[in-house]
């Protein structure tokens, strides 16, 4: 009883809140997988940060469009600049592989 009125039963305490965690973590991506390639996890790294593979690979956006998409998330939805090496990578990886001209 003293547990419950403390706030709740000891094991409790360990779990993990399912509040501290990116949304649809622990999902299944449902072959969302990224094709392989220079910059792929760099792209899975950053992308997943704040949202599912699944987004970015139903995408198919040109390098311009891309480069535009993260100017905006930048500026919009608080994702940390990439340096510059890192943000060439990423677009190579994104114009080769999710571009309107790959098929995956």
């Known amino acids: 009883m003293a547990g419950l009125l403390a706030g709740g039963p000891a094991w409790a305490a360990d779990a993990p809140s399912p509040f501290l965690t990116r949304p649809g973590a622990g999902m299944p991506e449902q072959s969302a997988a990224l094709p ?3 910059g792929r996890d760099e792209v899975e790294g950053i992308c997943s940060a704040c949202h599912s593979i699944r987004m970015v690979t139903q ?5 311009d469009r891309w480069d535009e ?3 905006w998330m930048v500026a919009e ?3 940390p600049e990439l340096d510059a090496e890192t943000r060439e990578k990423v ?3 994104l114009a ?9």
Do not use: A, F, I, N
């Not at 995408?59 to 390098?63: C, E, H, W, Y």
């Not at 080769?96 to 790959?102: E, F, I, Q, R, V």
């Open 91 to 93: 677009l190579d990886y």
């Open 59 to 63: 995408q198919r956006l040109s390098r």
């Open 36 to 38: 392989p390639g220079e």
């Open 77 to 79: 939805q608080g994702m």
């Open 69 to 71: 998409l993260l100017d």
């Open 96 to 104: 080769d592989h999710l571009s309107p001209k790959t098929s995956g």
